[in-house]
């Protein structure tokens, strides 16, 4: 894999990009990067070009004081592949990454050949399941303050992180080394804002999702939760979002999926994309 960097939108975008075949596009969550991929790259890329940016305001990306919302992020993303060439891709994203990828494929269906969806809500989309996990999201609020996240994590960014990652994790884990890498980069000029960012707009852009919604998702879809965080939940709102929906639990796996289940990712997912 190769590291590069490609401007778009008004953002430099820092991207992984290797292997041959028809293009995968894997979006990473929050507070991660790219390197969330490490472990299912290698054997994706024996048979995809595997493309895995960082998200603006994460990882090696510009951190720009604005630009958090999820339609800004997933047109970043559209002008990445569009630069790239690459046409019929393969989405998959997960958490925040997830919902980028779901405003992409819902804007330009055309452009996205099959849609993976990892332990990502959807907001605005009702599910039991889903309504139930989000309602004990404490961070959701705490992160939306226009203040005191930063009051209170600057120079604790590392502590935090491992607390928080160990909260949603199941069985496997998210290991050190990881933890490391999320923190270097949290801790980096902007770190903190581009982390929180989305998260202090998400809810001005529901009714903009909501009405998304509104026509079913053409490709099909494969969208998944671990059995230890979201469940159901996923795949429940995608019932609603698309027209042929496959996926349900990844077992003996908290929310850091690619993380701590990489060997079931792998096999669900090249099953699913061929």
């Known amino acids: ?15 992984r990009i290797g292997g041959s075949g028809p293009p995968l596009v894997l979006l990473h969550g929050s507070p991660q990067t790219s390197f969330a ?6 054997l994706l890329a024996a048979n995809y070009t595997v493309v895995a940016p960082d998200l603006r305001g994460h990882g090696q990306s510009d951190k720009p004081a604005k630009g958090y919302q999820v339609h800004t992020m997933a047109e970043d993303v559209r002008q990445l592949i569009t630069q790239l060439g690459l046409e019929n891709v393969n989405l998959v994203g997960h958490d925040l990454g ?6 992409y494929a819902a804007q330009h269906s055309r452009e996205v050949r099959r849609l993976g969806i990892m332990e ?3 907001f605005g989309v009702p599910s039991p ?7 004990s999201y404490w961070h959701l609020g705490f992160y939306a303050h226009p203040k005191l996240p930063e009051l209170l994590l600057a120079g604790r960014e590392r502590a935090y992180l491992a607390e928080f990652i160990r909260t949603y994790q199941g069985v496997a884990g998210v290991d050190d080394e990881a933890v490391d890498e999320y923190a270097r980069h949290l801790t980096s000029a902007g770190g903190l804002r ?3 960012g989305v998260y202090r707009v998400i809810a001005q852009e529901v009714p903009a999702i909501r009405q998304l919604t509104t026509s079913k998702l053409p490709m099909p879809v494969w969208a998944v939760g671990g059995d230890y965080s979201m469940g159901m939940g996923p795949f429940e709102q ?3 979002l698309a027209e042929t929906v496959h996926g349900g ?5 908290g929310h850091w999926v690619a993380e701590e289940q990489p060997a079931q990712v792998i096999s669900e997912l090249a099953k699913f994309l061929r």
């Open 98 to 103: 997830g919902m980028v990828a779901y405003v």
């Open 37 to 42: 991929w490490r472990k299912v790259i290698p």
């Open 238 to 240: 995608f019932q609603q």
């Open 120 to 122: 990502a809500p959807i």
């Open 1 to 15: 894999m190769e590291d590069r960097e490609q401007h778009v939108n008004g953002v430099r975008l820092h991207y």
């Open 194 to 196: 581009g982390m929180l």
């Open 249 to 253: 639990v990844i077992s003996d796996c």
């Open 129 to 135: 399941t889903m309504d139930k996990i989000l309602a």
